[in-house]
């Protein structure tokens, strides 16, 4: 399995900017994804990172350092519809054999923006 | 709408009763996963299917038994569960393999069970 350490919680206001912070540690790192959940859906891919450096999607944008083990997604010019749980989650090589990698999650980081 | 369909949304079933839920992915990938999202914890990935063979199962108990019979659907059939199992159930699904790099999975709704 896989290591893999957020915060729970964390608070911001419209507008804003946030950095959500993840570290793993992992036997065969294959990739680094975020999702966003909001309550009573379906998690929702937002960014993938496989090689180090920054991956910029619009207001969203995914960082990876292999060699430290850490990941963030920095959310830019919040917005109400922002507050949901931020996924952080780690694909690896699969078992011996097979050509799938496995996804492991976080616990979730609940953001809530204010007004 | 995410391509990935599960039913039913919401399932309350007695410690004796057999259920199962249905999961649909009109996406054309190859392969499909159980997920257990508890209140408080992390995904917790039960089961992992490509090319409707079965290439993961994570210590899940087997009051838990899953079936794909295509590369479309995947089932996962409930035998006399326990209020600890309570919780959402969420299927995905990717297209992978060795020739491709990752990409990422598609989640369907969940259906949220609870065991009384």
């Known amino acids: ?115 | 709408e995410t391509g990935v369909t599960q039913t039913p949304r919401h399932l309350v079933m007695g410690m004796t009763n057999k259920k199962s839920l249905k999961c649909e992915q009109h996406l054309g990938h190859n392969a499909m996963y159980w997920y257990k999202q508890s209140a408080k914890k992390p995904l917790e990935l039960m089961f992992v299917y490509s090319l409707e063979e079965r290439v993961e199962n994570n210590s899940v108990p087997s009051r838990f038994s899953p079936e794909c019979p295509n590369s479309s659907h995947l089932f996962l059939h409930l035998h006399t569960l326990q209020p600890e199992d309570s919780a959402l159930y969420l299927c995905a699904s990717s297209q992978d393999g060795p020739s491709r790099g990752n990409t990422e999975a598609f989640f369907g709704q969940g259906t949220r069970l609870t065991v009384v």
């Not at chain 1, 959940?37 to 350092?65: I, M, W």
């Not at chain 1, 060699?67 to 519809?81: F, I, V």
């Open chain 1, 1 to 115: 399995g896989q290591n893999i350490d957020q915060p729970t919680e964390m608070t911001a206001t419209e507008g804003a900017i946030v950095q959500i912070n993840c570290t793993y540690q992992t036997s065969g790192f294959n990739g680094l994804f975020w999702y966003q959940q909001h309550a009573g859906e379906a998690p929702t891919f937002l960014s993938y990172n496989v090689l180090d450096g920054l991956e910029e999607k619009g207001r969203f944008s995914s960082f990876l350092s292999r060699s430290k083990g850490y990941s963030y997604l920095l959310l830019k010019e919040l917005q109400m519809k922002d507050s949901a749980s931020y996924l952080c989650a780690v694909r690896d090589h699969g078992p011996r054999g097979s050509t799938l990698g496995r996804l492991y999650f976080g616990r979730g980081t609940q953001l809530t923006v204010w007004p």
